[in-house]
């Protein structure tokens, strides 16, 4: 059973790079916050008593359940307002009025992309990731370890069970045949 100071400690250890994951998937820093906070309090409630060795892959795993509920949310929040669009106040002084007039997306979210670029956006980020999936197994975990989940060179080496020579060789020759991959598709890093 994790001590408190053991769960503490991992969740110190854990925070920013589960901000970063967090930041990335959803684009919004205050939102990317609140779903590492949630995450954070789900985990020392519900699984604070298991062993200290659990609570990466559990915190993991929290962690990615959180970030799809908020899309989830995201997805019933942009219903309702496509939904009460059309509405209008009753009234011939209100003849012009159009609810999405006064509404604005905020800068950077997906509400203000157009729908091209939400599908570009979408399309590119599973050209990316169909090109991770074939990189080899060592490299791709590497890759992810580093550059994904933002661990140091040390800590990546560890995981792996190998050199930190061999977790930069395996990065490198990741990156490149990533470049070089999206270089031949057309997409310029």
Not at 106 to 131: F, K, N, P, T, Y
Request: charged share 30%; net charge negative; hydrophobic share 40%.
């Amino acid at each position: 059973m994790a001590t408190d100071k053991e769960l503490s400690d991992f969740l110190e250890n854990v925070e920013r790079r589960a901000f970063k994951q967090a930041a990335y998937a959803v684009r919004k820093e205050e939102s990317a916050l609140d779903i590492v906070q949630d995450a954070m309090i789900k985990l020392a409630e519900k699984y604070g008593d298991k062993p200290a060795a659990e609570l990466p892959m559990l915190f993991q795993r929290i962690l990615q359940n959180t970030i799809l509920d908020y899309f989830r949310r995201e997805k019933v929040r942009n219903t309702w307002v496509s939904l009460f669009s059309g509405m209008k106040p009753s009234g011939d002084e209100h003849e012009d009025f159009d609810i999405l007039d006064t509404y604005e997306s905020e800068q950077g979210s997906s509400a203000a992309e157009s729908s091209a670029d939400q599908v570009e956006r979408a399309q590119m980020l599973d050209l990316i990731d169909a090109e991770v999936q074939k990189l080899p197994s060592r490299q791709r975990e590497a890759f992810l370890m580093r550059y994904w989940q933002d661990m140091d060179v040390a800590e990546t080496a560890e995981a792996m069970g190998c050199s930190e020579g061999s977790v930069k060789t395996h990065c490198s020759r990741a990156t490149h045949t990533l470049a070089e991959s999206l270089k031949a598709k057309g997409i310029k890093l």
